[in-house]
Structure formats: C-alpha cells, structure tokens
C-alpha cells in the first residue's frame, strides 16, 4: 500500500486492551486516518489526525507523531464486534492511500 | 439514510463482456473517487471526478472507464473484464479534495467474473 506498513493480524481478548501500530511515508503528508472495515462491507471513518497527538474518541483513541512518520489506533474495553479489518490510511498529496489493513481477532 | 449508494451491490459478469457499475450520492459533493479493493488488499485508488474534470491515477489499466453525467452520479465501466477484475468497487464522495476528513464510502459493489 505505498509505504504504509502496519501488521497483517493480531489477536486480542474481549474486555482488553489492543494497539495497532501504523507506520507512514512522510513526504506530502497532511493527515492520517484510521478506518474500520467489517468483511466484505465498505470501510467507515474512525479518526483523522493532522496535528500530534492523542485524539480520544469514546472506546476509540488515535495517536500522530509526524516527525516519526508513526500512528497507533488504541482500542478499549474490546468487544466481539470490534472483530474487523483496521486500515491506516495517509492523506497525501490530496489523496487518501491505504494500507493492507491489520485483521483484528476477538476471542471471548 | 444513505449517502452514497452503489447499485447493484453484487455483479456477475463473464469474461469480457463490458460491465458498469453505478455509484450516486445525496451530499452534493464536488468530487467522486472509485476504488478497487481485491481480498485482503488495501483499497486501490483509481481516479475520480473533481466536479466535470476527470482524474485518473497513472496506473489504472485502460480497461477501466468512468463517466459522470452530473454532480449525483458516477459511472464506472469495465470494457473487457478479466478474471482478475474481480473485487469489490468502492465510490467514495468528498466535498472538494483538500477536504478529505468528510470523504464518505458507499457500501460497494462486489464483481465476480465467470
């Protein structure tokens, strides 16, 4: 996905804790989205990051570190229907490149 | 209510005989963006309208055409499908391309090629 490296899948327990981690090419750069995507459905919109940071959003939470070119999404309280693909995606250059997404598992 | 709808959301078609899917929104967005997503792959830009100027990405093979009558509707046709062409097809709309934190995914079209 253009240089936009993240893991192909984790695995995690309902009621935990999960990070995924996004790495990103940084030349043309102006923000970095996260999307959830359930199989064979579209991807819908988590977060979008422009500045540095930690954004939090409910359950949700993503952070930004641009000099690093480095992004994680942060997912609490895990539940079975958080099972889905998670893409990291750069807007560069007016456009939107996605990563291959990271397949997130639920065990109960 | 729906956004951005794709009909139909599933396609059969055989090898080589032309198909068009069809994507329209109720936003009134100037810019409409068709993506290619193959299983297990990232979404693949490629091209999109920024009101009537067509934008294609450099490399969408040739077999890939899109046209778009008016602001709500967008055509993508393939002209000689291959098996390889199967994937789902993802319209996608935002307000202008410097405003991509309100870009809105429609359910997509899965195309199968027999």
């Known amino acids: 996905g253009q240089n936009i490296d993240q893991p192909t899948e984790m695995t995690a327990t309902e009621g935990a804790i999960v990070q995924i981690n996004c790495t990103y090419q940084t030349s043309g750069f102006n923000g970095l989205f996260w999307y959830q995507q359930h199989a064979g459905e579209a991807p819908t919109f988590l977060s979008y990051n422009v500045l540095d940071g930690l954004e939090e959003k409910g359950r949700f939470s993503s952070f930004l570190s641009r000099s690093k070119g480095y992004s994680y999404l942060l997912l609490k309280e895990l539940q079975m229907k958080d099972s889905a693909s998670y893409l990291c995606a750069s807007n560069r250059d007016d456009k939107i490149i996605f990563g291959k997404g990271t397949r997130l598992h639920i065990l109960p | 209510d729906a956004m951005v709808i794709q009909n139909p959301r599933y396609q059969v078609t055989q090898f080589g005989k032309p198909v068009t899917l069809s994507c329209s929104q109720t936003?009134?967005?100037?810019?409409m963006y068709w993506y290619q997503q193959k299983s297990s792959q990232a979404p693949k830009l490629l091209f999109h309208y920024y009101d009537k100027d067509f934008n294609n990405e450099a490399d969408t093979p040739d077999n890939f055409q899109s046209r778009r009558p008016n602001t709500s509707f967008c055509f993508l046709d393939i002209r000689s499908p291959g098996l390889g062409d199967a994937a789902m097809y993802l319209c996608?709309?935002?307000?202008?391309?410097?405003?991509?934190?309100?870009?809105?995914f429609g359910p997509g079209t899965r195309l199968t090629v027999t």
């Open positions: 936003l009134n967005h100037n810019v």
């Open positions: 996608a709309t935002s307000r202008d391309p410097g405003n991509l934190y309100e870009q809105y």
